[in-house]
């Protein structure tokens, strides 16, 4: 359970004022901040209201009991009307909004004004909505079975903070109070950035292989293997190897580069020749930043990097799944697949059978770009080869409740090698190596170089030996890292 919660007091203040201003009677949002394990403690960065849905109602509303039930209850208090709340709206709110936020700063709970009596007669549907913004925003690198329902009380200007547990079970029980206090909490946060570069190469297995077959599962489990990878990466950061769980006191953005033991692959594994129909090549640069506050070990921002370039892989699939879903004709959302009978039936590229495919097949994925938020922190959006900046402005207005950015050249652009997935077939590559190979072998005989097989691996390996050896002088603090399997 967090023991204290530390509130922006730049930002919550004038939130106060805003609420107190307000004519609506209820307000419900998201809870923006960075939970440290650590620490124990979470640090609230803002309060996000969740707009009005599709048609225009707002995400919560006072209801008042059924005159006929009031009536007969003899029990009755003098205030017995209670919070309604649009749950499945606010759920996807928070679905959305955890997309634009970068390492280690999630959606952390809710917030809601009402009044004291409300509130209480409130707590399950409260609970409910906690809950659901849970599930929509998980922390999934972050163990913590709670999470924070934060109540405005109108009139008296006071903030309550709890713990609500995530449990099946939702009583009473469930909210228990913790600590709640303003200070200065983006000021002591540091900036890490990583531009982490990837090159996946996956087997395409034919039916009864793999139980990933769709274009969407493939990818999926792709992005799960290069987690595994990116947990064995050792970091540097500011060229120095992360050794120990030392705070960081210097200031300025740090560079942190992540490094993966060379062959050390949980994506490597023997198949058979007849199991295998293609290669999937799924490669790129992810530009990830991480926020640091200054207590906690710098370790945590290597975690919070490998985190968030997770979350960002996964969320740009979501992404074009999303969009499919929505307009299936999109030009880049369909492919054309042929099936075993040369029945052409035109799918979403997100459920296309890879094996089934008789044409090479690839897809763009939409580019992180990264606008000014608080006190240098950044928010993102991903675009479309297609879609512009205004994209991340309408976004940052609609869902963030923040002014858009006005100057262009605030908005950062940093990713150049836009991430995309290509498909082959299996016999392409394999013709294209084996040629290369016989070329190779040709030239060799007519230049008067032709050498048996033995002399042939015994220069090999000592051609590799040569070249490990001059690594591990270049590289000397990462030739260990880089390469474990070589002595």
């Not at 659901?132 to 999470?147: D, K």
């Not at 030009?331 to 997100?350: C, L, M, T």
């Not at 190779?440 to 051609?463: F, H, I, P, V, Y």
């Amino acid at each position: 359970m967090v023991k204290g919660v530390i509130g922006e007091e730049t930002r919550f203040q004038p939130i106060d004022d805003r609420l107190t201003k307000s004519a609506s009677p209820a307000e419900v949002g998201l809870l923006i901040g960075k939970f440290s394990s650590t620490l124990d403690r979470v640090f609230l960065f803002d309060l996000i209201p969740t707009p009005p849905n599709d048609s225009g109602d707002p995400a919560s509303s006072i209801t008042q009991p059924d005159k006929k039930t009031a009536s007969k209850s003899k029990s009755q208090t003098p205030d017995s009307s209670s919070l309604f709340i649009d749950k499945d709206w606010v759920s996807e709110h928070a679905r959305q909004v955890s997309r634009m936020l970068v390492g280690g700063i999630k959606v952390v709970g809710v917030y809601v004004w009402v009044s004291d009596n409300v509130f209480k007669n409130s707590t399950i549907m409260l609970c409910q909505t906690v809950k659901g913004v849970a599930e929509a925003a998980p922390l999934s690198e972050a163990n913590w079975g709670e999470r924070l329902l934060l109540h405005i009380c109108y009139g008296q200007r006071r903030w309550n903070c709890r713990n609500c547990s995530l449990s099946s079970n939702i009583t009473s029980s469930s909210l228990r109070p913790c600590e709640f206090k303003l200070g200065k909490v983006l000021s002591s946060f540091q900036t890490f950035r990583c531009m982490h570069n990837f090159n996946l190469r996956l087997p395409i297995l034919h039916d009864g292989a793999s139980k990933f077959q769709t274009m969407s599962d493939v990818l999926h489990h792709a992005i799960s293997l290069h987690a595994n990878e990116l947990a064995e990466a050792k970091a540097l950061i500011d060229g120095k190897l992360v050794l120990d769980d030392e705070p960081c006191s210097s200031d300025g953005v740090h560079e942190v580069e992540l490094l993966i033991p060379f062959l050390n692959s949980s994506s490597i594994e023997a198949y058979s020749k007849k199991d295998v129909s293609g290669i999937l090549s799924f490669s790129g640069t992810v530009c990830s930043f991480a926020y640091l506050n200054s207590k906690e070990p710098i370790s945590q921002a290597v975690t919070d990097i490998k985190g968030d370039i997770i979350t960002s892989l996964h969320s740009r699939l979501d992404i074009i799944r999303d969009e499919t879903d929505v307009d299936s004709d999109n030009h880049h959302d369909v492919g054309r697949q042929v099936s075993d009978d040369d029945v052409s039936i035109e799918k979403p590229v997100s459920q296309l059978v890879l094996h089934l495919l008789r044409k090479e097949c690839g897809l763009p994925f939409p580019r992180r770009v990264f606008a000014p938020w608080l006190a240098g922190t950044n928010v993102c959006d991903y675009l479309q080869p297609s879609e512009t900046v205004e994209v991340l402005k309408d976004h940052c207005m609609e869902l963030l409740s923040m002014e858009a950015p006005t100057e262009v050249s605030t908005i950062l652009e940093p990713e150049k090698e836009a991430i995309s997935f290509k498909t082959k077939s299996f016999w392409d590559v394999a013709v294209l190596a084996y040629s290369e190979t016989h070329l190779m072998e040709d030239k060799l005989k007519l230049d008067g170089r032709g050498e048996s097989s033995s002399n042939k691996s015994a220069k090999s390996a000592a051609g590799l030996d040569f070249v490990f050896e001059g690594m591990r002088k270049i590289l000397p603090n990462r030739f260990s890292i880089l390469f474990p399997w070589y002595q």
